[in-house]
């Protein structure tokens, strides 16, 4: 199967401060890469999506980088807030493969008030 | 809500009980997936219904068994479950090559057996 990583499995930042949450992906021929959000006690909720041939997106508060060449994936979170701790994960889908997605195993962001 | 309700939301059972997990998708999608979800793990594929085909996995043990009545609803039914099954189960539906925004999740169903 694929490998999805995380750089680092918790991540604690202050309030106000800006996050960035680091996932490696080891397939080249994954084209589409989606990061979610899951808080406590909920399901993973979508927070935004990034296609190969882009290498950032922007949402409110929210950026994605992808970086191809060292196939990197990187979330920025600007002017964090207590909302926003959860576990984050990223995703990858493969060519060829429908619509299955390959799971991180999360990275745990807590934001100190 | 999410568009995806999964009942219960807590379950404990025996060892020897059997058990359904519902989902339930409002949102039009034509597939609908199990995840397992445990501790420091990523989340694991069960089960996927695609275009109301049903893709197993062939790793997942048959004391879950999954069932699709129609592309609204899904079911997973549990018999004779291990303590190693405790875990979130998700469910999740998509709408096959569109091509954007992944999976919808539920709340999950958390279930502890003893």
């Known amino acids: 199967g694929e490998s999805v990583g995380l750089h680092l499995p918790t991540l604690s930042v202050q309030e106000g401060d800006n996050s960035i949450i680091n996932c490696a992906y080891s397939n080249s021929a994954s084209d589409y890469f989606i990061w979610y959000k899951q808080e406590s006690g909920k399901g993973p909720q979508f927070i935004i999506d990034i296609r190969s041939n882009m290498d950032k997106r922007q949402g409110q508060r929210v950026t994605v980088l992808l970086n191809k060449t060292v196939k990197h994936l990187s979330l920025q979170i600007a002017a964090t807030q207590p909302g926003d701790s959860a576990v984050y994960f990223c995703a990858e889908s493969l060519k060829n493969t429908g619509n299955q997605f390959y799971f991180g195993t999360g990275t745990s962001l807590t934001v100190i008030p | 809500e999410t568009g995806v309700t999964q009942t219960p939301r807590h379950l404990v059972m025996g060892m020897t009980n059997k058990k359904s997990l519902k989902c339930e998708q409002h949102l039009g999608h034509n597939a609908m997936y199990w995840y397992k979800q445990s501790a420091k793990k990523p989340l694991e594929l069960m089960f996927v219904?695609?275009?109301?085909?049903?893709?197993e996995n062939n790793s997942v043990p048959s004391r879950f068994s999954p069932e699709c009545p129609n592309s609204s609803h899904l079911f997973l039914h549990l018999h004779t479950l291990q303590p190693e099954d405790s875990a979130l189960y998700l469910c999740a539906s998509s709408q096959l090559y569109r091509g954007d925004y992944g999976y919808t999740f539920g709340s999950g169903t958390r279930l502890t057996v003893v």
């Open positions: 219904y695609s275009l109301e085909e049903r893709v």
